[in-house]
């Protein structure tokens, strides 16, 4: 049998974005269909209970440390390269719905990247790394996005940009580079985050905006797709009870 999510990681509001001027959206709460589709269904599933997230970027920028501290709390100062992939499941609930991400940590490295974009297909999200101390690896981010979005639809990925070691760059750099980097979210349509997997600072809100969004947006490409049918006809009834129709609206309030 499936353990139950762990307590920490039940999410029942929508979180907040770091800055409101390159979030996904600064809305305050999940989408009313979302809520009213999670609300109805209770103890059923929807038809997909994961989001697979990719996370790219130079070498030694983070990714694993950024992963590790989240999934496990823990912070090696050793570095230690990621040969290919790797994968990490981290399990939630979302608006009383299971759902997961599935973080997929990619090798920075040159001679590993034929074999790790291979895993860059069918993401829900591509979370491009690079470090608040290094002015070089932003410069590669919008590359690294390139090479994912080469695997990927563009109208139904989620970007997010996070810089870390937050807590190695001195206030001047990390004023400059973060000006640079909002500018680079802002055009490129992502998320932007400064994050520090040694202190844990943001993280754990970092990733659960990602689960949140994620989950959103399946929810609400999941009603787009079956536009024509009920909101209920979407959802696996397992419980064979029946669900209140008049609390799910046909469309979207708003886009
Ligand atoms: P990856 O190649 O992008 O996966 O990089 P790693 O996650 O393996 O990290 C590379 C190095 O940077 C390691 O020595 C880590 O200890 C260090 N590192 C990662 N994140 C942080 C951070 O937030 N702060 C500091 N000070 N060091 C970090
Ligand atoms: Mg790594």
């Known amino acids: 049998m499936?353990?139950?999510?762990?307590?920490?990681?039940?999410?029942?509001?929508?979180?907040?974005c770091f800055s409101p001027n390159t979030a996904l959206h600064t809305k305050?709460?999940?989408?009313?269909?979302?809520k009213a589709v999670c609300e109805?269904?209770?103890t059923d599933t929807l038809s997909f209970n994961f989001a697979k997230v990719i996370v790219v970027g130079d070498v030694a920028v983070g990714k694993t440390c950024l992963i590790s501290r989240f999934c496990k709390d823990a912070f090696d100062k050793s570095y230690k390269a990621t040969i290919g992939v790797d994968f990490e499941m981290e399990r939630f609930e979302v608006l009383g719905v299971p759902f997961s991400l599935q973080l997929w940590d990619t090798a920075g490295q040159e001679r590993?990247?034929?074999?790790?974009?291979?895993?860059?297909?069918?993401?829900?999200?591509?979370?491009?790394?690079?470090?608040?101390?290094?002015?070089?690896?932003?410069?590669?981010?919008?590359?690294?996005l390139?090479?994912?979005?080469?695997?990927?639809?563009?109208?139904?990925?989620?970007?997010?940009?996070?810089?870390?070691?937050?807590?190695?760059?001195?206030?001047?750099?990390l004023a400059r580079i973060?000006?640079?980097?909002?500018?680079?979210?802002?055009?490129?349509?992502?998320?932007?985050?400064?994050?520090?997997a040694k202190s844990g600072d943001s993280i754990r809100d970092f990733f659960f905006r990602v689960a949140s969004l994620t989950f959103e947006a399946n929810v609400l490409s999941e009603l787009e797709k079956n536009g024509s049918r009920h909101v209920t006809d979407i959802i696996k009834i397992t419980g064979g009870t029946e669900v209140d129709r008049s609390a799910i609206k046909k469309k979207p309030d708003c886009c």
Not at 2 to 16: A, G, N
Not at 28 to 34: A, I, K, R
Not at 125 to 130: H, L, R, S
Not at 178 to 196: D, F, G, N, P, T
């Open 40 to 42: 109805v269904q209770k």
């Open 146 to 173: 390139e090479d994912a979005m080469k695997e990927n639809d563009p109208s139904s990925v989620l970007l997010f940009l996070v810089g870390t070691k937050k807590d190695l760059s001195s206030p001047d750099l």
């Open 2 to 16: 499936v353990p139950p999510v762990k307590k920490d990681r039940i999410i029942t509001q929508l979180p907040k």
């Open 112 to 144: 590993f990247k034929c074999i790790a974009s291979t895993y860059y297909r069918g993401a829900q999200a591509i979370i491009v790394v690079f470090d608040l101390s290094s002015v070089s690896s932003l410069a590669h981010a919008r590359q690294w």
């Open 28 to 34: 305050d709460g999940f989408h009313p269909q979302v």
């Open 178 to 196: 973060e000006q640079e980097a909002i500018r680079l979210s802002e055009e490129i349509k992502a998320e932007y985050w400064a994050v520090s």
